[in-house]
């Protein structure tokens, strides 16, 4: 883990249970990328990019001088199924970081809290088996 994974690894960890977008410039059910760059705005003092959206979140992780794109998920990256690429059986992808135990922390859309409400399988099952989507990682250089 680079030292800036580490730093925004634990800047998510102590988010957990609590609402990194208070102020909820959108709705709670779709706050996941937006929470993943409050997180690192928190940890870094800017965001990733992309806003709201899976899709340009995705995008500004592609392009990002900061993030570099790995094959397998690590502790403290970001794991993305970005809208945009699924079959349309799920309407949105969704964005989270990747923890311990292969546990996923993202923000939980009925209450906007951020949980470990995922694991790598069952990310799995709902994205790719039932969503048809890509699932990507993310390390923080």
Same mark, same amino acid.
């Given at each position: ?59 500004? #992780? !592609?392009?990002?001088? =900061?993030?570099?794109?790995?094959? %397998? ?8 199924? /970005? ?29 906007? #809290? !951020?949980?470990?409400? =995922?694991?790598?399988?069952?990310? %799995? ?8 989507? /890509? ?7």
């Amino acid at each position: 883990m680079t030292e800036n994974q580490k730093k925004f690894y634990e800047t998510a960890l102590s988010y957990l249970g609590k609402d990194a977008t208070p102020s909820d410039i959108v709705s709670d059910k779709f706050a996941c990328a937006i929470t993943i760059n409050a997180l690192h705005k928190i940890a870094f003092g800017f965001a990733i990019g992309g806003g709201a959206s899976t899709y340009l979140l995705y995008r500004a #992780l !592609l392009n990002s001088e =900061y993030f570099e794109k790995i094959d %397998r998920p690590e502790v403290g990256c970001v794991i993305i199924s /970005p809208s945009g690429y699924g079959s349309g059986r799920l309407p949105n992808g969704h964005a989270g970081i990747v923890c311990e135990n292969e546990d996923i922390m993202s923000n939980n859309s009925s209450d906007g #809290l !951020l949980k470990k409400n =995922y694991t790598l399988t069952s990310w %799995r099952s709902r994205y790719v088996d039932i969503g048809s989507y /890509p699932v990507f990682y993310f390390r923080r250089i």
